[in-house]
């Protein structure tokens, strides 16, 4: 009988184990799936905002080569500069416009008429 007690008992403390491990695994997946899907939303806005910060860009150089009037808002800052030993061509000038929106810059650089290009400025833009 005494034989049987401790068997039982020994048992028991087996299982107990293998619960309390059991759930110290599930506990490490769940923080690895949390600190994932965090890691993916804070990717996922700063996509965005690299896209934003492309669009923007590209509405601005396409704005300058058509004369059209450029367009502002609060979340983005455009700057508009010519570009260092670029040469002239028929009346355009090369010219860099840098956006950059929540951290995130993008730069593009195209020919303008070379009067939208008077220096180095920055202006509020978005599209």
């Given amino acids: 009988m005494n ?9 028991r403390g087996f299982l107990m184990m293998d619960a309390i491990f059991g759930i110290l695994i599930l506990g490490v ?12 939303s804070t990717a996922e806005v ?31 800052k455009v ?5 260092k030993d670029g040469r002239q061509v028929n009346g355009m ?17 195209g020919l303008v008429p070379w009067r939208t290009v008077p220096g180095p400025t920055t202006r509020e833009v978005s599209r």
């Fill in 29 to 40: 997946c769940m923080v690895m799936l949390v600190v994932t899907v965090s890691r993916e």
């Fill in 93 to 109: 000038r090369w010219a860099r416009v840098t956006v950059r929106v929540n951290n995130e810059t993008r730069s593009l650089i």
């Fill in 46 to 76: 700063r996509l965005a905002d690299a896209r934003r910060a492309t669009a923007i860009a590209e509405a601005t150089l396409t704005n300058l080569q058509c004369g059209s009037p450029l367009q502002s808002s609060a979340d983005a």
């Fill in 3 to 11: 034989r049987a007690i401790r068997t039982s008992t020994r048992r």
């Fill in 79 to 83: 700057s508009i500069e010519p570009c």
